[in-house]
Each structure stands twice: as C-alpha cells, then as structure tokens.
C-alpha cells in the first residue's frame, strides 16, 4: 500500500507570491490535516479535513486555507507569502479502526520564501 | 497553556540499552489519543505507536512501549536495545477533538536521542 505522498518536495517563493501543496492521503484513508514545523515554533496544527469538510482549524491567519476532494486528496494555499512561511508543511492520513487510531505523515514540502 | 511537555531536549544513551523518553500532557477531554513519532534528519515523520486515553494496557510495538500513567497525564517512551539507527528527533503528540467537532494533533517540542557507539 503506497504511504503518503506530497508535493512538490520543495519549493522557493518570493514575498507576496502564493503557493498551492498537494497531499495524497493513503488508500481508504479519510481524515487529512496539515502542519507546519519551524524550528522556532516547532509543529504546528493547521487545519483536518475530513469527507471534502474542514472539522477543525488551527490558530493561522486567512493567508492559510485548504481543501480535499471527493477522493480524500487536499490542498493547501498560502497567500501573499511572509518570510515567515518558510517551513517544512507536513500532511498526514489517518484512519481509526477498531478503537485504534493510526495517523502516517507524507514526506514534506520544504518551503523556502525569499 | 503548554499541552504537551517534553522536559528533555536532549537525551544520550549507549547502544543496545534502553531508554525512556519522558512526555506529560494536559487535556480536560476524556477521549484523546497519545502518539509518539521520530523524525530523523531526513525530516519524514515516522509513527512509532498509539495509545488510547481508554486502553487499559500500554501499548507496544516492537522494541517501542508507552509507559501510559493516565493519573499523572504522563506517557513516556520507552526504547529497549537502543541502535544506533534509533538516533533522531522524538515527538510525543496528542490528538484530541477539536472545538468544532474535528480533531487536532497538538505536538511536543520534541526530544533529541542521541545513541552512542
């Protein structure tokens, strides 16, 4: 079974320009978040998808936004970029199945603002 | 307020002995999930092991097993016949259901583990 993928890997970008991050999910799984990892604020929740709806909703300004698609791929956009945004943005799949949660992360997009 | 507390930043410890990675968590919600992950310098996230806030045994996989306290809200990592392999980034996560109904994984700042030669 194939894990999660994201792309692109990497990535570089000026301020004020906006970037789009694909995420595929593993098969059968559902539920989709992102994070953000900086070394000075560590991993950060962003926002979960799960069936195309957004359940929840870090603490990240409007610049940030998402979606999934009806088969359970996301999206994410950043707009008018900051320095700030640098980061590695990691998406993870997970799937609950008899009371046990199993939540795999896909490999990163380094994000490199200019 | 801190959620999820990883008291070591960094931890040495010889081959093929074990280890305990220490995480306290705080949380009003009786339904929540602990996890732990290792990043290596690769920077993928790896997912070590699961525990639920309602499993009665702690968890275990492999040479890994959560030290689950749930009086103490700490859920410690323990390592046994660490390898050198096992050098990397430790994160011990909580996944707990969101304001809006959804879930959200709130991270440690994470444990450094050194394994030495």
């Known amino acids: 079974k194939a894990g999660v993928t994201q792309t692109p890997r990497y990535l570089i970008k000026t301020r004020g320009q906006q970037v789009t991050l694909s995420c595929s999910p593993i098969?059968?799984?559902?539920?989709v978040s992102w994070y953000q990892q900086t070394p000075g604020q560590g991993l950060q929740f962003l926002f979960e998808?799960?069936?195309?709806?957004?359940?929840n909703k870090g603490n990240f300004p409007g610049r940030f936004s998402g979606r999934q698609f009806s088969n359970s791929r996301s999206e994410m956009n950043v707009s008018t970029l900051e320095l700030g945004d640098s980061a590695l943005y990691l998406c993870?799949?997970?799937?609950?199945?008899?009371?046990?949660?199993?939540?795999?992360f896909g490999p990163g997009t380094r994000l490199l603002v200019l | 307020a801190q959620k999820i507390t990883q008291t070591q930043p960094g931890m040495f410890v010889q081959e093929k002995e074990a280890v305990t990675l220490d995480c306290t968590y705080d949380?009003?919600?009786?339904?929540?999930?602990l996890f732990w992950y290792k990043q290596p310098s690769s920077g993928e996230m790896i997912f070590l092991i699961y525990?639920?806030?309602?499993?009665?045994q702690n968890a275990t996989e492999g040479r890994y097993s959560l030290n689950f306290q749930k009086a103490r809200k700490s859920a410690n990592l323990v390592i046994s016949a660490s390898q050198l392999g096992d050098s990397a980034m430790y994160f011990c996560?909580?996944?707990?259901?969101?304001?809006?109904?959804?879930?959200?994984?709130?991270f440690g700042a994470g444990t450094r583990l050194f394994v030495k030669a």
């Open positions: 993870a799949s997970s799937l609950v199945l008899g009371g046990q949660e199993t939540q795999y």
């Open positions: 098969s059968g799984h559902r539920s």
């Open positions: 998808y799960f069936s195309e709806t957004q359940r």
């Open positions: 949380t009003s919600d009786p339904s929540y999930g």
């Open positions: 525990q639920g806030s309602y499993d009665q």
């Open positions: 996560a909580m996944r707990e259901e969101g304001n809006t109904g959804g879930f959200k994984t709130i």
